[in-house]
């Protein structure tokens, strides 16, 4: 079956950075598109960005372009998500999510704390 796992977060001082990473399992990864989302306390889950199989193309959302960077292994079967210029807006629970949207499989996340 399909499994995502995400490596532990952590706490990051203002402006630090943590790096996230995702293994998988249980379908053909170098085939499937895959995300990052991510929910804060009492907020929605929110798409925060995506790349494509072949990592050809990537995006983001608004609130973390240019400080976080998604990239992935296809041999590894993993994904990452480098996060850099860490805010206290960037505090949630992240996710690994297959495929382009919030909807896709995901796997139980993990705790991302920016300090103030």
């Known amino acids: 079956q399909v499994q995502l796992v995400e490596s532990r977060g952590g706490l990051a001082q203002p402006g630090g950075s943590l790096r996230l990473s995702c293994a998988a399992s249980?379908?053909?990864?170098?085939?499937?598109?895959m995300s990052w989302a991510r929910q804060a306390p009492g907020k929605r889950l929110e798409w925060v960005s995506g790349?494509?199989?072949?990592?050809?193309?990537?995006d983001y959302a608004d609130s973390v372009k240019g400080r976080f960077t998604i990239s992935r292994d296809n041999a590894k079967n993993t994904l990452y998500l480098q996060m850099d210029s860490l805010e206290p807006v960037d505090t949630a629970l992240y996710y690994c999510?297959?495929?382009?949207?919030?909807?896709?499989?995901r796997g139980q996340g993990t705790q991302v704390t920016g300090a103030s």
């Open positions: 999510v297959q495929g382009w949207s919030v909807t896709g499989f």
């Open positions: 249980g379908f053909t990864f170098s085939r499937s598109a």
């Open positions: 790349i494509y199989s072949d990592s050809s193309d990537t």
